[in-house]
């Protein structure tokens, strides 16, 4: 196509979230007890989450209703527009085709309110009047800050100190929604106090406001704790912009042989694409373990590619093993992709790419090889960053950029072989509070910190036993 | 309706612009050369401007053709939205139905770039390789740079010392573009360096910086001056916001009763409103001095009031008179409202309604009972913006929030009548750089300036003689 952007009408808004785990081949691994090492059960996860949301997390039904109410906040800002990013492929004379999907047109600016209101509207259902949560960069804890708004409920969000410090508007953004927000570690919770006598300058973690988050849900009666990405309902809600992406492409006559998505936990990537890889799962689309191959109908299997941070690459670098989700070793063991629970990355202006884990979904199919990974320095990216505004003229949160550089580096390969591939990345969210960091590499200020290789090493060493 | 938004797709963006010059029933009182006191020829003002624009800005052809070129940008982020406020409506248990077109949605984050595009693509087929500007609260100047950028030009930006000062995430984003950003009165030009040698604690004033722009320009043959506001030329950029409009409260089955705007120069309101002006001066619309009227096929006159801050109330307070539009006298005497080109309001956070005067397209209109207007105090606006902000999610300029107390207060009015008014206003831009503002306001730093009366007073007592 050469239209600039596929919109839908509110109307068009998918009915039902799609749930991957219904396709999968063999099921996933179960999360275990922290104490016991035996497989949860839904009362393990009945103190921090409601049970609709418990049932949700371990459904094997492949399409789930959402909620009028959900459907009528979601009209606020979706669907999302799907870009062709025309300028960009002129700038790098490029004959691929690079479309992305836009999240940061909603109101807190990136893909996170997708969950967090369905996970408001039921915590709301069952009762609850406070959620707790963690934030990295901030816009897991602005998403629940204005969901939790809408429906009238409290929120409380600890925020790793690196990024408080970083994103003082970030604070306030959560702060004018009317979340209550705390520096991580903190001293309001036993964990907190903890962290902060063993590490009193650590710039925080995302592991550790977990920790902090939980013990405070775990603790207060009428509250619950809420995640923003990682597991398995996080991804279902997010299955919604791979949904209405595949209408879009309908529209383009086009379908994505690469897509490239940023990841942390692997929330907005896996909504983007676990609609595509369910095709595949379902033996609907030809799967071929290169490059992408045809299928009967002509569609096409797309190379699914995952980009991180080198200074935090969970799923080229990290184990496949049970873990802790958090530092304090209070949440469920998962089986996933990660660098150990106690690993604490340096502090890169991506603060949502900071997590030890990835989500158990994204790291089962990357395992299995439906969707490869692949880590990038932080100077390249930022690179990558200034030419995606300075043509398109959006400004991108600098996780987004990750993948936006790895459409940009393969875009530069066809334009030296030529090909017309047509790449797709998710655009999860904008830049706005990101400015600090962009003033940085505008001033040389912005540097590639050491190879984290030996602290992988000693944290992988000190692994859960299971 | 009950949608919460109408989009149109990219395809149903207007062709033309609408000029309103074309429908006045006297034409507008003509600018003066500011040293002859005579009409303006175009060739006063080639110095700054492509005769292209000055050709727009005298003509009165109604419609005027979008360069192809600039609707392939507007398609970045246009049609914007029209949305219901249906959240606002509950909260403030009215009848009355409230919309809004949001602006926030094109890369700047407002109204700014409608005019950015074209006045950057009529300078660059001019030969042009640098535009210089001031800005205020940034909005201008982050649009300009961003235009410019598309187009491979220069940009030079005067900023507001104040908001320079209180927005450092203003200043970096244009700088992420490309611009160059000099905090005003600086010592870069002549007038400059007068203005900090007179009062060098100034906070700076939107008049002092257009000053600086247009000396800037007017002494370099390679550059020329592009102002966000006030000129004809940007009332009809603009008006693609009120094209749009009329589409989609077509497909809503709806006419707007009021319709509320902020006003510093004029164009967002002007660009909303002007079409629906236009309908009334060609007689397609029925008039009434009042709250509106009906015409044969039940099309009503909509009132539409420009909404003010009280520290700067060019409509309410100011005189109709010839002024210049810059505190140096350097720019052509304009007839319009204005509080006097020495005039310096208070350092309110809404840097783009610090002028001290008024389009003359918005000022005639107003001095002939088409358009109204009401100046609001600073607290009241913010309280506005926040229950905006926590029923409709989206985060206001503090600018916008203005014409939303105006919509506010008549619902509430609505409320007590239990009249079923469909209320209107345009949401000019988001307040992600604002969150300075938000920060003071949540924690009681907000306050109402000083009653401006006696410096009005004596400013007004030193306008030009003609």
């Known amino acids: 196509m050469n239209a600039t952007k596929i919109t839908l009408d509110e109307n068009e808004l998918p009915k039902r979230w799609y749930n991957i785990q219904a396709d999968l081949p063999t099921p996933l691994d179960p999360p275990l007890n922290p104490a016991t090492k035996e497989p949860a059960t839904p009362d393990d996860l009945s103190a921090i989450f409601p049970m609709s949301l418990i049932k949700q997390e371990m459904s094997t039904d492949r399409w789930i209703t959402i909620p ?25 004379k490029t004959p691929a085709r690079i479309y992305y ?23 709301a259902k069952a009762g609850i009047e406070r959620i707790t949560t963690e934030t990295g960069a901030g816009q897991w804890g602005s998403a629940l800050s204005f969901a939790t708004r809408l429906f009238d409920l409290e929120c ?22 009317g979340g209550e927000v705390f520096a991580s570690p903190s001293d309001k919770t036993e964990c907190g106090r903890k962290f902060l006598a ?10 550790m406001a977990i920790s902090e988050a939980v013990e405070d849900a775990a603790t207060h009666d009428n509250a619950n704790y809420a995640l923003g990405s990682v597991l398995n309902h ?60 045809e299928s009967g109908d002509g569609d096409r299997y797309p190379k699914i590619i995952s980009c991180e941070p080198m200074s935090c690459p969970t799923l080229t670098k990290g184990a496949y093993a049970y873990d802790f989700g958090d530092a304090a070793q209070m949440t469920p063991l998962l089986k996933m992709y990660t660098l150990g629970y106690r690993f604490v990355p340096a502090g890169i202006h991506a603060g949502g790419l900071r997590y030890h884990g990835a989500a158990p979904l994204v790291s089962k199919l990357t395992h299995e090889g439906y969707m490869d990974a692949v880590a990038y320095k932080q100077t390249d990216v930022f690179k990558s960053a200034l030419l995606f505004v300075r043509t398109e003229g959006f400004l991108l949160a600098p996780e987004t950029a990750h993948c936006v550089h790895g459409v940009i580096e393969e875009a530069l390969r066809c334009r030296k072989t030529g090909e017309e591939k047509v790449l797709f990345f998710c655009g999860s969210g904008h830049g706005d509070f990101d400015l600090t960091a962009y003033d940085d590499y505008l001033n040389g200020r912005i540097v590639d910190p050491g190879d984290p290789t030996d602290a992988i090493r000693e944290s992988l060493s000190k692994l859960p036993k299971v």
Request: proline share 7%; aromatic share 10%; with cysteine.
């Open 68 to 92: 009028e109410e959900v459907r009528d906040i979601y009209k606020l800002w979706r669907p999302s527009p799907l870009y062709r990013a025309l300028r960009l492929e002129r700038a790098l």
């Open 101 to 123: 999907k836009w999240e940061g047109v909603s109101p807190p600016g990136s893909h996170k309110p997708n969950t967090a209101v369905p996970q408001t509207y039921y915590n």
């Open 156 to 177: 409380t969000i600890y925020m790793v100190r690196i990024s408080y410090d970083q994103k003082p508007y970030r604070r306030v953004l959560m702060e004018t929604w």
């Open 198 to 207: 063993e590490t009193p300058d650590t710039t925080g973690s995302l592991g």
């Open 234 to 293: 996080v991804m279902l809600h997010q299955s919604i912009i791979g949904l209405e992406m595949k209408k879009q492409f309908e529209i383009a006559e086009e379908s994505p042989d690469m897509m490239f998505g940023c990841v942390g936990g692997g929330s907005n990537f896996a909504g983007a694409v676990f609609p595509y890889i369910g095709d595949v799962l379902r033996g609907e689309v030809g799967r071929d373990g290169g490059d992408g191959g």
